[in-house]
């Protein structure tokens, strides 16, 4: 007979290897050929409602790791809501208008100026389709669920309407309005940025100290004196109409070399040692209120530049004394606007000078510095020029420097209902919390904002102008307006004049003869993306406003989180979210941004070609996404170790239950052994905690308890000892029911718990098991945790005897390190305890030297009495020898006993009787 022959071994065709890159497109296929996502929304149909609403990417280029960690996160999410009790709906969008389409076609070929406006947007929108069913497919291979083929997109033509009626609902409240004003103006775009829009990098400046000639020093300063400032924009000195100091500061007038000069008290010493001052006197101090309306002289034109008190004045750097052009700077601007001085911005839309600016006609603005300079220097009233580094405004997409620059834009006022913006956010629930103050205090500090843009590629402003120029917006034209875009989109806007636009026999008063013309500036894009609480959650059957999750990256704060706030609390008067999360941005192993030009980026596809999707997702449940996270080739190589245990403890569950059915098999829990009742107690406190942290958005968490108790409680315990019962009692043994009870339980909890995260894993594990009604995990519910019988007290009592266990286990390792044994079971194990831990073991009805997988146990005395030759550990002195007797030729167990059988004398009489009873009929 070939007792191997009588071994129950693990039978099971889920394959070791996991060949995600293979299989996980099959298993997607599957999916689509089920419509996975219409069935769980029908199966969870009429439960409470949980909406994520997705904020769109952004229809260009493939996605990136920074896109696969925010739509994975939002899958787990969505996942886990459908698991648990809700109806959760997942309707992905993309944010498809504005320059970077428009680059990338001229960056094609695409000649702009050859095509009508009308054609242009056509190939817009033929691009913009096109990156969508290309990142579609890319987001769908991370085994994303969601509503794919009924996304929402900004372009479409249902979309723009509703945003229509967001701007004019905005306008009627009094909260849109024109107005000349200094923007964020990109000369490389040719158009007025938002805030959202710019980043800081450093750039390299002139750094000047001016001297202007006092004019009328209205008795207070003497006619020869002069007043310094300085500036690192030379370029805004043809825009100068004014000096600003502060009201509470003290000044003095510094006679230096026959000279007299005016600066602030605080910076005497600073401005001495830049300028190289070193016989100065202080001749007269006075308050920086007693200066105002004081007349000084532009150094370069002649003309009058006011001295005027403002509090944005400060003593950080400078002179104190602050150049002032209200075309160029808002803080400029506002006391311009005190004090009655025009808004002189002698700037074009490409950055180069006009004729405002005499001697300086057809530069462009950055190249002006060097010739304006000359001239400060030639008319005496350059004191310094020098070089400084420091942080300036770029164009977020171009990476080009940005100017201020005064131009009429169309505008959404803030201030008129800033109160309850931050009464929304705090009323908000913000993860990481301190997310609420960083949105609270750019609310708080933002001024009015920019909404229109010089671009052609985006939805149109919706504003006719009578013959008198004045803007027209009514109920009727909005409403008339969005019907249009809805029935035949935003394009309609350039291919008809605006009489044709205009609803039926439509008159105003500011246009008499019936003429009017349209407003050719199209919206900002954030007012778009901005405007979806309205275009997808109002406007589909499937969604609800407010959503109760806007979840995206740390950036957003100050673009979607923000534009969606400022609109739908304008318009609804309530936030459009009940919560926020945020993540951070995704960084290389070293914690370096992601660069082609390093050639540290990691591709999201290539990481599903070469390990799978899972594998991904797996990183993402891994990391503290709250912050940036890293990842690198060695990172993911650890989270697919990681992953081959999780998948061979499936393999080892699903082998070894074979011959299981629950509905005949299983045990009841009151009637285990204590060691299967404590591994149950475990399950059901890990799917407590896996719940809790689902409920937390604390998937780290989730990811470190599955893995250890993969490894720890199953594989590196409870599954190790188990094999002597599984492998060899025979089928029916209560014993053995008992364990494969606990295995079951384990196996159908497991899957589940991590289906949000392992979604392609998990369905193909549910596949193999035997006796389940849902053809996908995906349609079961999370397990519900359990209270137990004696659960704590079992915890205690068997983590007490897991601590005596290492010490053996520790024992074990020297001993075959010194080569008394070999494998555990060859070994026999002698404990010397204290009462407490004898009170323990002999407590344990079970089989201790199965336990210890050792051929022989006792114990053999107290501590203290222990041989020298003991291992003196922390809860036992433990002497290992080796086991006396033969080896069983079917359990591997040392035992004197073999032998005694004629029948089968290579076996130990636990296997001899297993064989009689059972397998005979192999003999």
């Known amino acids: 007979m070939e007792y191997k022959d009588t071994l129950l071994m693990p039978k099971t065709e889920f394959p070791m290897r996991g060949n995600l890159p293979k299989r996980e497109p099959e298993m997607q296929e599957k999916w689509n050929e089920m419509d996975i996502y219409k069935a769980v929304q029908e199966k969870t149909k009429g439960l409470p409602m949980f909406v994520l609403h997705d904020g769109p990417p952004y229809a260009n280029g493939d996605i990136h790791m920074g896109h696969a960690l925010n739509k994975i996160l939002k899958d787990f999410i969505v996942r886990y809501k459908s698991m648990s009790g809700y109806h959760a709906p997942y309707v992905p969008g993309w944010d498809t208008h504005g320059l970077p389409i428009e680059q990338a076609l001229t960056n094609k070929g695409v000649k702009r100026k050859e095509l009508t406006v009308a054609e242009f947007r056509k190939l817009c929108e033929e691009y913009a389709y096109e990156q969508i069913d290309s990142q579609r497919a890319q987001f769908k291979r991370l085994g994303v669920r969601g509503d794919w083929e009924n996304p929402y997109i900004t372009l479409k033509p249902e979309y723009e309407a509703q945003q229509i009626k967001v701007f004019g609902e905005m306008a009627k409240k009094g909260y849109i309005y024109k107005g000349l004003k200094p923007v964020y103006w990109s000369p490389s775009s040719e158009s007025a940025l938002a805030e959202a829009e710019i980043e800081y990098k450093d750039k390299r400046s002139a750094s000047i100290y001016v001297a202007f000639d006092v004019r ?54 600073s401005v001495s040692t830049e300028l190289g001052w070193e016989d100065a006197s202080v001749v007269k101090t006075l308050k920086g209120s007693e200066l105002e309306y004081i007349v000084a002289k532009h150094p370069l034109y002649g003309r009058d530049s006011l001295v005027m008190l403002g509090e944005h004045v400060t003593t950080d750097a400078g002179t104190g004394c602050v150049h002032t052009a209200p075309g160029h700077g808002e803080d400029d601007f506002l006391v311009g606007k005190k ?178 013309t349209k407003e050719t500036d199209i919206m900002d894009v954030w007012f778009d993306s901005g405007s979806s609480h309205q275009a997808v959650l109002e406007e589909r059957n499937d969604l609800q406003r407010p959503a109760d999750l806007y979840l995206e990256g740390s950036d957003q704060y100050r673009g979607w989180f923000n534009s969606s706030l400022s609109t739908a609390v304008a318009v609804t008067g309530k936030a459009p979210y009940k919560g926020v999360l945020s993540h951070g941005f995704v960084l290389d192993g070293e914690g370096r ?96 905690n896996v719940r809790n942290s689902y409920e937390n958005y604390d998937y780290a968490s989730i990811y470190h308890a599955i893995n250890n108790f993969c490894t720890l409680d199953l594989s590196a315990f409870y599954l190790d000892f188990a094999k002597d019962v599984l492998y060899i009692e025979a089928p029916d043994n209560k014993e053995r029911r008992s364990i494969q009870s606990v295995l079951y339980e384990c196996l159908i909890n497991l899957t589940k718990l991590v289906t949000p995260i392992l979604p392609h894993t998990a369905d193909e594990v549910w596949g193999h098991i035997p006796n389940v009604e849902e053809v996908s995990v995906q349609l079961t519910s999370i397990p519900e945790y359990r209270e137990l019988a004696n659960g704590n007290e079992l915890v205690k009592k068997w983590t007490a005897f897991m601590d005596v266990r290492d010490d053996i286990l520790k024992a074990l390792e020297e001993a075959r390190n010194a080569k008394v044994i070999g494998k555990s079971l060859s070994a026999k194990v002698s404990l010397y305890v204290n009462g407490e831990t004898k009170d323990l073991l002999e407590s344990i009805s079970e089989n201790l030297q199965q336990l210890f997988i050792v051929s022989g146990f006792e114990i053999a005395g ?61 003999s």
């Open 339 to 516: 004090y009655g001085l025009d808004v002189l911005s002698p700037v074009d839309d490409r950055g180069v000078f006009t004729s405002e600016a005499p001697g300086f006609e057809g530069l462009f603005y950055d190249n002006a510095n060097k010739q304006i300079t000359e001239k400060l220097q030639e008319a005496g009233a350059l004191l310094k020029l020098d070089f400084i580094t420091h942080s300036y405004p770029h164009d977020w997409r171009t990476k080009k420097p940005v100017i201020f620059r005064a131009t009429a834009q169309w505008f959404a006022s803030i201030k008129d209902f800033r109160n309850e913006l931050l009464d929304a956010v705090k009323e908000t629930k913000w993860v990481p919390a301190w997310g609420e103050t960083r949105l609270f205090n750019m609310v708080r500090d933002r001024g009015d904002w920019c909404i229109s843009r010089q671009r052609v590629w985006g939805v149109p402003i919706p504003v006719f102008y009578g013959e008198n120029g004045e803007p027209i917006i009514t109920d009727d034209t909005i409403n008339h307006i969005s019907d249009l875009f809805r029935e035949h989109g935003s394009n309609i806007w350039f291919e008809r004049d605006a009489k044709d636009l205009l609803p039926e026999g439509f008159t105003h008063e500011s246009s008499p003869n019936g003429k009017f």
């Open 593 to 688: 941004k992601m660069s082609k030009s390093i050639g540290n980026v990691i591709i999201p596809e290539k990481v599903m070609n070469q390990l799978g999707a899972d594998i991904l997702r797996l990183w993402v449940s891994s990391v503290d996404y709250q912050s940036d996270v890293r990842v690198s080739d060695a990172i993911l190589k650890q989270v697919a170790e990681v992953y081959r245990k999780i998948r061979n403890t499936f393999r080892f569950l699903l082998g070894n239950l074979a011959d299981f059915n629950p509905s005949v098999n299983k045990v009841a829990y009151e009637k285990l052994r204590e060691v299967d009742q404590f591994i149950l107690v475990k399950l059901n406190n890990l799917i407590k």
């Open 216 to 269: 009328d020093g209205k008795g207070v300063l003497d006619g020869d004196t002069k007043i310094i400032i300085w500036t690192t924009t030379p370029w805004t000195i043809p825009a100068n109409l004014g000096i600003t100091v502060h009201a509470d500061l003290n000044y003095v007038v510094v006679k230096v070399a026959g000279d007299k000069y005016v600066i602030a008290e605080e910076l005497l010493n």
């Open 862 to 922: 107290t501590y203290d009495a222990a041989p020298v030759d003991a291992l003196k550990l922390e809860h036992a002195a433990v002497v290992v020898a080796k086991a006396d007797g033969e080896t069983c030729e079917r359990c591997w167990v040392v035992t004197t006993e073999v032998g005694k059988n004629e029948q089968h004398p290579t076996l130990c009489p636990r296997c001899a009787e297993v064989v009689e009873q059972h397998y005979s009929h192999l």
